[in-house]
């Protein structure tokens, strides 16, 4: 359905006036649309964090839920996406990390 851009005044005389269902439907449509903007918007806003990276000290706190998981069988990547990149790119860490997982192992 083709919406009329209309100002917000113009949208409260059109619900005001004789066509009243037809503005509704209308609304409606709009209200859909901007939903699904501002959504869209949200999941990129979630989706940016992801590129987010952390350093030591986060990676080191999480260090231990991160170890857990793995050692109990989890997909520690898939949850803890941050923590897993930067053991991939940060040796100390993944020294830290494998220290860890061998303690859990043994
Ligand atoms: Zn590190």
């Known amino acids: 359905m083709a919406v009329k851009e209309r100002s917000n005044d113009q949208w409260l ?3 005001r006036g004789p066509n009243r269902d037809e503005a509704l439907a209308e609304l409606r449509v709009e209200l859909m649309r ?6 869209k918007a949200l999941i ?3 989706a940016d964090t992801r590129d987010v990276e952390i350093g030591c000290d986060a990676c ?3 260090m231990d839920r991160f170890v857990e998981m793995e ?3 989890l997909n520690a990547a898939q949850a803890m996406p ?3 990149e930067h053991v991939e790119i940060c040796g100390e860490c ?7 997982r061998a303690t859990g192992e043994s």
Not at 34 to 39: E, I, M, P, T, W
């Open 13 to 15: 005389a059109a619900l």
């Open 34 to 39: 901007g939903l699904r903007a501002a959504f």
């Open 44 to 46: 990129g806003e979630i």
């Open 60 to 62: 080191f706190e999480q």
């Open 71 to 73: 050692l109990s069988g």
């Open 82 to 84: 941050l923590v897993q």
């Open 94 to 100: 993944r020294e830290e990390f494998e220290a860890l």
